[in-house]
T-cell receptor, first 113, second 108 residues
């Protein structure tokens, strides 16, 4: 069964450093998303991406965050200057269209120290 | 304000003991209600999408139903492998907004 692949599975970074989280969505999917889940809290929407541009973003997705689809397969989330409160599981998801359920990856656990 | 509330927060069942999980929502312009299963340290796994009141969907021991204000996930004769956190999400515009989940434990 097709799956969304995320790398790395765990990343530890120092506060103030830049991190890039990588995702390979399912090949025939056209809509891409990033969500995050702080330990013990709900899954929160960050950003959606379609046709090489951001469709929607939440209040969490401020100027420190950016997304990119550098080639035909990868979808990345960059955090420019990490803060302690950015520590969370970050999930990438993709969907064929905007109305169906998303397929989520297994996540990247980001720890900012 | 749009809200998604799930209850109970946690549920312990004996193997074979059927029960229901609840997801109530107050959103305008609902464009789908989704159920996901999440195992510890993993991403949410898609189960069902419901679009209109009265709609029902089934998959193995799970059955999801939808009314105008809430959705239920019925679990019939659960097994230990059904232990997980079950998440409800509503679509607002084109994105999903999740509840806090119900942590289900099924005891052999």
């Amino acid at each position: 069964e097709p799956e969304v692949t995320q790398t790395p599975s765990h990343q530890v970074t120092q506060m103030g450093q830049e991190v890039i989280l990588r995702c390979v969505p399912i090949s025939n999917h056209l809509y891409f998303y990033w969500y995050r889940q702080i330990l013990g809290q709900k899954v929160e929407f960050l950003v959606s991406f379609y046709n090489n541009e951001i469709s929607e973003k939440s209040e969490i997705f401020d100027d420190q965050f950016s997304v990119e689809r550098p080639d035909g397969s990868n979808f990345t989330l960059k955090i420019r200057s990490t803060k302690l409160e950015d520590s969370a599981m970050y999930f990438c998801a993709s969907s064929v269209d905007r109305w169906e359920g998303y397929t989520f990856g297994s996540g990247t656990r980001l720890t900012v120290v | 304000e749009d809200q998604v509330t799930q209850s109970p927060e946690a549920l312990r069942l004996q193997e074979g003991e059927s029960s229901s999980l609840n997801c109530s929502y107050t959103v305008s312009g609902l464009r789908g209600l989704f159920w996901y299963r999440q195992d510890p340290g993993k991403g949410p796994e898609f189960l069902f999408t419901l679009y209109s009141a009265g709609e029902e969907k089934e998959k193995e021991r799970l059955k999801a139903t939808l009314t105008k204000k809430e959705s239920f996930l019925h679990i019939t004769a659960p097994k230990p492998e059904d232990s997980a956190t079950y998440l409800c999400a509503v679509r607002i515009l084109s994105n999903l907004f999740f509840g806090t989940g119900t942590r289900l434990t099924v005891i052999p």
